[in-house]
């Protein structure tokens, strides 16, 4: 078998990394509001002092803002109104009382002399409101683009894992020659016809029901690995040794999901491109140890005039799959020796919901 190279294949639509990073976007909305609020100050802000001060008097108002936008908004969504108008109006009094004890007692003091510090106070409780909601406007429409960006990818993922699974899918050659098997069969052991119809039809039927599934059940998935074995079995006859065994630890098979079609990829790999004159074999075996299932293939390498040329599409698209089904909770390990080719797939599956895909 053609050793597959690993390959990096990104087919996340390519988006602007530092637009999506949480603290670029905090950092661009405090120094656009900074810039904002201070701005009928710039005329004073002529010394590094002063622009301590400013940052100072910013900060108050950037903190009031978090402490609303992550503590006390989200009871507005809960509907627990009574208790966010509470808190909304305590944190405007103390963010109103800090930024005049500040400017009071540190950054202009003298400007109140005369001042009337009642009205003073008005005056920052609703810059402190002002701020607040619009710092938090500015954080929640950039999250929103950076949401609706997201989804738009997945769908756009989504159509690809599409096309993906549909190549993912059994050759149409392999149903050409069992055809072809059948017939043989037919006429020398008629007898043995009906059932290789069923086995041929069931793994049609398979494929057409799960097409749109995202997850099946992990007995079918494996029920439909043993019929494509079988029918393998017709098909090269006593030519190829052909094992398949399944263990299952503490847990039956009909208790967790899978995406359909995900491990029918590395047996057909192994039979396609296993043919030699000399040990010809494929054996491949599954283990479910709570809810960790492992698939162990290993196949015999081709005679040099024997092999397949391959793209090694399936193997990517396999992947693939895997990066974008299982995020990360799998991984596929291929070696390859001097007598044989050996991939083992480990996968981390979940629990079968109320029976439904």
Not at 126 to 155: C, H
Request: charged residues 20%.
């Amino acid at each position: 078998m053609t050793v597959q190279r690993k390959r990096t294949v990104n087919f996340i639509l390519p988006v602007r990394t530092w637009f999506k990073n949480f603290y670029f976007r905090e950092a661009v909305i405090f120094i656009s509001m900074f810039s904002l609020t201070m701005l009928h100050e710039w005329i004073t802000i002529d010394s590094a002092m002063n622009l301590f001060k400013g940052i100072v008097f910013f900060l108050l108002i950037y903190v009031q803002a978090q402490i609303h936008r992550y503590y006390i908004f989200p009871l507005f969504f809960k509907k627990n109104l009574f208790k966010y108008f509470a808190l909304l109006t305590c944190s405007t009094v103390v963010i109103g009382g800090l930024l005049l004890a500040a400017d009071y007692f540190w950054i202009q003091p003298w400007l109140y002399q005369d001042e009337d510090l009642v009205l003073s106070f008005a005056y920052y409780c609703v810059i402190g409101i002002i701020s607040t909601f619009t710092i938090m406007a500015f954080s929640l429409m950039a999250e929103y683009s950076v949401e609706t960006q997201k989804r738009n990818e997945d769908q756009l993922l989504m159509n690809e894992m599409s096309i993906k699974f549909l190549s993912a899918q059994l050759n149409p050659h392999f149903f050409f020659n069992m055809l072809n098997n059948l017939y043989g069969v037919s006429l020398t052991e008629p007898a043995r016809t009906p059932e290789l119809i069923i086995k041929l039809s069931n793994l049609m039927r398979y494929q057409i029901e799960n097409a749109n599934k995202t997850t099946v059940n992990l007995a079918a998935e494996i029920q439909f690995i043993e019929n494509y074995i079988d029918l393998e079995k017709e098909r090269i006859g006593k030519r190829c040794e052909v094992t398949f065994s399944y263990l299952v630890r503490n847990r039956t098979l009909d208790q967790y999901e899978i995406a359909p079609l995900l491990l029918i990829t590395l047996v057909e790999n192994a039979f396609k491109h296993s043919l030699t004159n000399d040990n010809w074999f494929v054996s491949t075996s599954i283990t479910l140890d709570q809810n960790e299932l492992t698939m162990i293939v290993e196949n015999s390498l081709p005679d040099n005039e024997k092999i397949h040329s391959s793209t090694g599409t399936g193997l990517m698209n396999l992947r693939q799959r895997l990066d974008y089904l299982y995020h990360g909770n799998s991984s596929l390990v291929q070696k390859i020796n001097d007598q044989s080719f050996h991939t083992t797939l480990a996968l981390s599956l979940k629990k079968q919901t109320n029976g439904q895909n």
